[in-house]
């Protein structure tokens, strides 16, 4: 006797010689993708083991089987494609984090670069130097005037 010999329905499922499932309220799942499909194959596979016995009580289980069996393979090929976005997605997003990285510490460098032609101590240096230490985090800020000789 194999595990699929058993009922896969309580007693309420089918009345007499009435074929009518019970259906069960929707609800989400935890499950991983992985052991959704595992579980349509495995109930396809008793389907098919007990289609005989099915069918005696009216109830052909091999339009569901066909269709969860599409919905399986739409479920598998959605998910391949959004993992592969979300793979390509963090690389974008680290490729643009280290451009930003990148981006300040040539700017930063930019300013030294200024602000030691200019003298450290001079008007024009110290506006320059207050363009760096003036950076919030916060967005764009508005820099400080340029001072007129």
């Known amino acids: 006797m194999s595990r699929f010999d058993q009922s896969y329905f309580d007693s309420s499922t089918f009345d007499g010689e009435e074929a009518e499932p019970v259906l069960r309220k929707k609800k ?27 069918l005696a009580k009216q109830y052909d289980p091999s339009l569901t089987s066909t269709k969860l ?15 592969n976005s979300q793979i390509a997605t963090t690389a974008l997003f680290t490729t643009a984090e280290n451009k930003k990285q990148q981006l300040y510490t040539d700017a930063s460098n930019w300013c030294d670069q200024m602000v ?31 001072p007129t000789p």
Not at 28 to 54: I, P
Not at 120 to 142: D, F, M
């Open 28 to 54: 989400m799942t935890s499950l991983q993708l992985d052991d959704v499909l595992g579980f349509v194959r495995l109930l396809q596979g008793a389907a098919t083991e007990n289609q005989v016995k099915l």
């Open 69 to 83: 069996g599409a919905d399986s393979e739409t479920a598998s090929t959605s998910h391949a494609t959004a993992t």
């Open 116 to 146: 030691s032609a200019l003298g450290k101590e001079t008007p024009e240096g110290k506006a320059i130097r207050a363009i760096r230490t003036n950076l919030s985090g916060r967005g764009p800020n508005k820099p400080p005037a340029t």
